[in-house]
C-alpha cells in the first residue's frame, strides 16, 4: 500500500494547476497518505528539492493563477540518465508514488518514471487543450475567457477608430483557444493552423461584407501555431510563400487588401495569469482526487481524463497515441454565424 507521494506541475503553467495540487494534497492526507510538494517539476524531483506538506500548506490557493509548486522545463528528465537519477531520488526519499499535472510531454515523463519501477499517474494542465487523449485540459477554460475580455477591451478602440485588430492568440501548435475565443467574442475571422485558409475569402470577402452590413471596425484572430513549422500546421506554405513571417506581417497584408486600417496585438503569457474559473477549479479538484485513488489502489501507469463530462483514466501508453481531431463543425458554424 502506497503511503507516500509527491506532487510536481510540468511543462506551462496553467491556472488551475493549484487547484489540482491543493486537491491530490488533501485528498491523499484524507486517505492516510504523506505528500511531499516537488518544485520545478521533473527538474526538482532529480535534485531532491521536496517538501512535506499538510492539510495548511494548501490553503488558499484554489484562487491563484500559476503553480505554487513552480515549473520548468528538463531537458536532462528526456535521457535514460536522467530517468534513472529520478528513479533514485525517489528512492532515497521514499516516495512510493507521483502525480504528474502537465502536458504531453509530462505525460510522457510518468510513463518513463513508472517503466522504471516508480508509480506514476497524470493529468492533463495546459491552456493550450492540445492533449490528444482528453476532451478538456485544465487552464482552457480560463485562458479563453482572458482573451475574451481583452478582446472585448480591443474592440472598444477599434470602433473609435474604424479600425481591425489582428490578434495573436497562445495555443502552441493547436487552434483550440483560437476558436473559442473567436466564436464568444464574434470575430470576424479565425484562422487556426489546423485548417486551410484562403485570404481572399476568409479575410478579404468577409470584411467587405462586414462593410456591406454597416460594420466598421473588425476583429482578426489568428492562432500562434499558424507561423510554428510544424505537421498539424496547414497555413505554413502559404505564410512562407507571401512573406508573412509574423503577425505584424500578416496585419500589413490585411490592410493592403482590404483598405481597412489594421494594428497587430499578441496577447502573450497573459493568458495564462490570473485566478482560474470555476470551470477550472472543479474540474482540477476532480481529477486530482481521482489521481490520488488510482494510488492508493495500487494503480499506476495512467492517465487522467475528461471524456465528455466524465472523469476517467486511461493506460499512458494508449493515451499518448490518441489522435484529436480539430472540431470542424464549431469552425463553420462561427464562420456562418459571425461577420
Excluded at 85 to 98: F, N, Q, V
Excluded at 221 to 229: I, R
Excluded at 265 to 282: E, M, W, Y
Amino acid at each position: 500500500m502506497i503511503k507516500k507521494i509527491g506532487v510536481l506541475t510540468s511543462g506551462g503553467d496553467a491556472p488551475g494547476m493549484n487547484a489540482a495540487v491543493r486537491a491530490v494534497t488533501r485528498a491523499a492526507i484524507r486517505k492516510g497518505m504523506q505528500v511531499y510538494g516537488i518544485r520545478r517539476g521533473y527538474n526538482g524531483l532529480i535534485n531532491g528539492d521536496v517538501f512535506e506538506m499538510n492539510e495548511r500548506s494548501v490553503s488558499d490557493i484554489i484562487q491563484r493563477g500559476g503553480t505554487m509548486l513552480y515549473t520548468a522545463r528538463c531537458p536532462e528528465f528526456r535521457t535514460e540518465e536522467g530517468v534513472e537519477k529520478a528513479r533514485a531520488k525517489c528512492e532515497e526519499l521514499g516516495l512510493e508514488g507521483i502525480v504528474v499535472i502537465g502536458g504531453d510531454g509530462s505525460f510522457r515523463g510518468a510513463r518513463d518514471l513508472t517503466l522504471h519501477g516508480i508509480p506514476c499517474v497524470a493529468m492533463p494542465g495546459t491552456i493550450d487543450n492540445d492533449i490528444v487523449c482528453s476532451d478538456y485540459t485544465i487552464g482552457f477554460d480560463t485562458a479563453v475567457n482572458i482573451c475574451i475580455d481583452l478582446i472585448d477591451k480591443l474592440r472598444d478602440t477599434c470602433n473609435s477608430h474604424n479600425r481591425c485588430s489582428v490578434v495573436q492568440i497562445m495555443g502552441k501548435n493547436a487552434g483550440w483557444v483560437t476558436l473559442e475565443a473567436g466564436i464568444a467574442a464574434g470575430a470576424t475571422s479565425i484562422i487556426v493552423p489546423e485548417v486551410e485558409f484562403d485570404f481572399q475569402r476568409d479575410i478579404v470577402d468577409r470584411i467587405a461584407r462586414g462593410k456591406r452590413y454597416g460594420k466598421n471596425h473588425f476583429i482578426v484572430l489568428v492562432s500562434e501555431g499558424l507561423f510554428f513549422d510544424v505537421p498539424s500546421n496547414k497555413n505554413y506554405k502559404y505564410c512562407v510563400d507571401n512573406g508573412i513571417a509574423n503577425i505584424a506581417d500578416f496585419a500589413k497584408r490585411v490592410e493592403k487588401e482590404t483598405g481597412v486600417e489594421s494594428r497587430e496585438a499578441i496577447l502573450g503569457h497573459v493568458q495564462r495569469g490570473g485566478a482560474p474559473s470555476a470551470k477550472d477549479r472543479v474540474i482540477a479538484t476532480e481529477m486530482g482526487n481521482y489521481c490520488v485513488n488510482l494510488l492508493k489502489n495500487g494503480i499506476s501507469n495512467r492517465v487522467v481524463v475528461m471524456k465528455e463530462t466524465d472523469i476517467i483514466d486511461l493506460d499512458i501508453l494508449e493515451a499518448l497515441k490518441m489522435e484529436k481531431p480539430f472540431d470542424f463543425k464549431k469552425y463553420e458554424m462561427a464562420n456562418m454565424i459571425n461577420i
